[in-house]
């Protein structure tokens, strides 16, 4: 399940959209980083299964029927191709759907007259700029920490550049290189740990300091020394505890 949606209120505006279907939008524009790729006719298509969508956003559906009418819905907007490849439900973004991810600079100060719909457009602070800043950051964070060119997008909550880098030198020790498939699913089992109340640098430095190379949410909830009670001496992070330790620092040109 997604914990967090984004959604660019000024294009679901323009293409009247309801927050529902502005939420599935979301959730079509990310599938390019983690949903199964299908070339069809020679163009790449990306496996959604309406079920999934229900368990990706419960929140906004929880009825494949309901979710097949959201998918036309989007197709007939000109904003999705929708195809089936035998069993497969397979999506793509179309140009015009691609311009959700496009930064839109605000226009002040304009005196012609418009309606109310246009004057918000035009004037308020823009939320998909606002957007667009907060992804740059987050990719400035991440070519930061990331020296073996893998994907990171994926993560809910970005690990810090101290904690990430113990994670690879970690498993560098244990011979398990750390490939895009397994960061795939190390990754799903993290941002699953964060509905639980742990952040991203508990949960890596959890594995580090048990010899795990990977995790699973329920390795987590079994681990008692992991449990977050309402004890005082629980307050402070283990991530943080194990930054205190300077024999977790490592130099970066070390790390694979």
Not at 113 to 132: D, G, L, M, V
Not at 191 to 215: F, H, K, Q
Request: glycine fraction near 4%; charged fraction near 25%.
């Amino acid at each position: 399940m997604r914990i967090t949606s984004f959604i660019n209120n000024s294009k679901c505006i323009e293409w009247d959209l309801t927050m529902q279907q502005g939420a599935l939008f979301d959730l079509l524009n990310q599938l390019h980083t983690w949903a199964e790729p299908v070339a069809i006719d020679g163009e790449i298509y990306y496996w959604a299964s309406k079920q999934m969508i229900c368990n990706e956003i419960p929140l906004a559906y929880n009825k494949v029927d309901t979710v097949y009418r959201a998918l036309k819905t989007l197709r007939e907007k000109g904003l999705i191709n929708y195809k089936k490849h035998g069993e497969k439900d397979c999506i793509s973004l179309t140009a015009k759907g691609k311009e959700w991810n496009l930064e839109i600079n605000p226009t002040l100060g304009n005196k012609s007259e418009q309606t109310r719909i246009e004057i918000r457009e035009t004037s308020e602070i823009n939320p998909t700029y606002k957007n667009t800043n907060i992804n740059n950051i987050k990719i400035s964070n991440i070519k930061k920490i990331n020296k073996n060119n893998l994907d990171l997008s994926g993560f809910e909550q970005q690990p810090s550049k101290q904690v990430w880098n113990d994670f690879v030198e970690h498993r560098k020790n244990k011979k398990a290189k750390l490939t895009q498939t397994a960061l795939n699913l190390l990754i799903k089992q993290i941002n699953a740990s964060l509905a639980l109340g742990y952040t991203t640098d508990d949960v890596l430095a959890e594995c580090m300091a048990r010899g795990w190379v990977s995790i699973k949410v329920e390795w987590l909830q079994n681990t008692e020394s992991f449990q977050r009670g309402n004890q005082t001496n629980s307050n402070k992070s283990l991530a943080s505890s194990m930054r205190d330790d300077t024999s977790w620092i490592h130099e970066m040109d070390n790390v694979l």
